[in-house]
Structure formats: structure tokens, C-alpha cells
């Protein structure tokens, strides 16, 4: 009778631990099985990793919208201390402070250019000055252009740009859609009648361009000069202005 009470008292036992056990399971999940659930962002420790099928994407560098925000995920974590573009769905889109930013109109330089961002992106169509750490560089094609020596309007003054910016401080002339114009002060100077050197000679300009069809004299500096078509004419002489 002792033995078999003993028996019987051991597979009481027995059964008991193996439901303690299944009671275990049902109550802590499998850590593994709950990561195979996983897609998309999760707030872990100090970062946001980014899953695929349960495992954290490091070989994914994209963006995810998460509550309104697009942010930018950088292998597999968001990185809130980039400053980039990243392409999405055949736009490329403007990051800072680790999400989508859609506010700010400015430059930011991408695999060496610099390129324009507009709401939120890459604006390519864009012709236009935008003003970064203290000058206005000269947009083209989605890009500052280094290369072009031009004039734009922008709010309605026509700016001479040059080397990828206004040069506020020139004095010459800039030949736009066939016509000379006169820069001063860095834009088209509309007012006067002048002389403006450019290259080896000199030239009379009138209403923001150069007077081709002008022959007779100009003041400049407290001396007259002889003016042919436009050109001055040092053949016929200078006299000192009576001004």
C-alpha cells in the first residue's frame, strides 16, 4: 500500500508540473515568436528599429510613415541626425532631423551637388535664387550651377549671377536672349546712361543695355566721350565735361 500511495502521489505530482509548465507558456509569449509578427517601426531601449518579417532591416535604407511623420530609416534605425535626400517612390525627398521635411526652402548637398528642395523635395523643373548661409545661390535643372553666367528674375528684379550666386559687386555686362544688359550692383540697372567696360572696349549703355544704335557723345567721370554705335570711340578724342 506504501508503494503504490507513493506511486500515486508521484504521478500527481508529475501531472502537476506538466500543467504548471503549459500554464507558463500561455502566460510569458515566446520572444521569438513574437518578433516574427514584427513589421515596421518599434520604440526599443533609446532608438526606432525598423522590422521586416520579425527581423530589424539593417540592409534598408527608405522611409516609413509613422503617426503623420515620414521618417527615414537608415539600415534598419531611424537617424535622427541626417541631412540628405533619399528617393521614394521616384521622388527624392528632403531630409533633416531624421524625418521628411516639408516646411524649409533651402539647399543640401547630395553625392556631390547641391541640390533645391521645395516642400518637401527635389524640385527639378525649378528656375529660381535661394538664399543659403548668406547668399543667393542660383538654381537650374534642380541644382545650384556653378557654371552658368546669367541674369534671373526673381520678385521682380533681374540679378546677375555668376560662379553659382548674385555677385553684388559687379559692374559689366551679361549677354541674356541677344541683348548686352549693364549690371551694377549686382542686378540690371534700368536708370542711367552710361560707360561700362567690358573685355578691351568700352561701351555706351542705356535703359539696362548696350545703345548699338547710338552715335554721339556720353559723359563719364567728368569727361566726354565720342560714342560710335555704341562702342566709344577713343580715335576722336576726350574732352573734360563741363559738369
Known sequence: MKKNGKNYFSAITGCLAVFAFMLLCLIIPDKNADAAGKTGLYHEGNVW?????GEIASHVTTLV???????YVNQGRIDFSAKTL?????NWFYVSGGRVNFSDTTVVKYNGNWWYVHSGCVDFGTR?????NG???YISGGRI???DTTVIKYNGVWWYVKGGYVDFNARTLCKYN??????????????????VKYGANWFCVNNGSVDWGYSGNC???????????GIVDFGRGVSKSND
Open 49 to 53: 528599429n525598423y522590422y521586416e518579417n
Open 145 to 147: 550651377d556653378f557654371s
Open 219 to 229: 559723359g563719364y567721370k567728368g569727361y566726354t566721350y565720342s560714342i560710335n554705335n
Open 65 to 71: 510613415k509613422y503617426n503623420g511623420s515620414w521618417w
Open 178 to 195: 541677344g541683348t548686352w544688359w549693364f549690371i551694377k550692383g549686382g542686378r540690371i540697372n534700368f536708370d542711367t546712361r552710361t560707360l
Open 86 to 90: 533619399c528617393k521614394y517612390n521616384g
Open 135 to 137: 547668399l543667393w545661390w
Open 128 to 132: 529660381t535664387l535661394c538664399r543659403y
